[in-house]
């Protein structure tokens, strides 16, 4: 027979103990939609190659297009790598990743015995976010990591080539890519506290993930509305290509950590609306 504290607690139970971190992620790690993105993530760079090799006398017939530029220099195809998938491709990730955290096991019906275990929901929340995070950094790091090693392998060691002319020596351009990194999954922090504010919100994996995406793809057609004015600074993800900016050779900070600012501070209040709703939500499923 279990034994029991006089206030009701089981003898040996402690809140900190549940759901542990490394079981979590082995557990997603295992999971398909978890390897098929990471995969892709991957792929993609290969996909880029492949294109460049097929439509290499193009690519040389457009000097000093994006594309010609994208074959100048392993980081020049890291940022070219960067630059297709920013706007989209890592959005739909970061969603699937905190959108499918809760609202997957709600869907399976798995979330009620979690919580029945008992683990405390302020700690399923927190362990499902910090997991979601990790995968949702590894995720760049696969994107960043195979573009430039693949870029330095077909395309050398030569000097980051901007748009504008500018030029920059191969290890300081390593150097800005990690802030434009850093920056970009900064500025992905307000996907995912969306994200998972719907994923406690529907038992829906897809509902969650689908309008996270839908709201992202909202937000830049409104912020290429010029008559919004000044509104536009405010919207989540307006500052989102300001990592472009460490492509020049003097970096401006200002954008960057406006933007910086800008995501943690929707990120925050998306994180708070998260933990109220699931706080409060009657767990059925």
Do not use: C
């Amino acid at each position: 027979m279990t034994e029991a504290h006089a206030d009701g607690r089981v003898r040996g139970y402690s809140a900190r103990s549940t759901l542990p971190l490394r079981t979590e992620l082995a557990r997603q790690f295992k999971r398909r939609r978890t390897q098929l993105a990471l995969g892709f993530l991957a792929l993609l760079p290969v996909i880029l190659a492949i294109a460049f090799a097929v439509g290499g006398s193009d690519a040389d017939s457009n000097t000093g297009g994006l594309i010609e530029l994208g074959t100048r220099s392993g980081v020049n195809f890291t940022v070219f790598a960067l630059f297709v998938s920013v706007g989209f491709l890592l959005i739909v990730v970061v969603s699937l990743f905190f959108g499918d955290a809760v609202a997957s096991e709600a869907s399976w019906s798995s979330l009620k015995y979690l919580l029945a275990i008992p683990v405390p929901r302020t700690r399923l929340l927190a362990q499902k976010a910090v997991v979601s995070a990790i995968l949702s950094a590894l995720a760049i790091v696969v994107l960043v990591g195979v573009s430039l090693l693949l870029g330095t392998i077909f395309y050398g060691t030569g000097s980051l080539v901007s748009p504008f002319g500018d030029s920059l020596p191969y290890a300081t351009a390593l150097g800005r890519l990690g802030i434009g990194v850093a920056f970009i999954a900064i500025n992905m922090l307000w996907v995912a506290g969306l994200a998972l504010a719907l994923s406690v919100s529907t038992d829906a994996p897809l509902g969650a993930v689908g309008g996270t995406v839908m709201v992202s793809i909202l937000v830049q057609i409104l912020d290429q509305i010029t008559a919004l004015g000044s509104l536009r600074n405010v919207l989540p993800g307006h500052y989102s290509t300001s990592w472009t900016s460490v492509l020049s050779p003097t970096l401006q900070w200002d954008d960057l950590l406006v933007g910086a600012f800008s995501s943690v501070a929707y990120a925050t209040v998306f994180g708070l609306l998260a933990w109220r709703r699931f706080a409060t939500k009657d767990i059925t499923s």
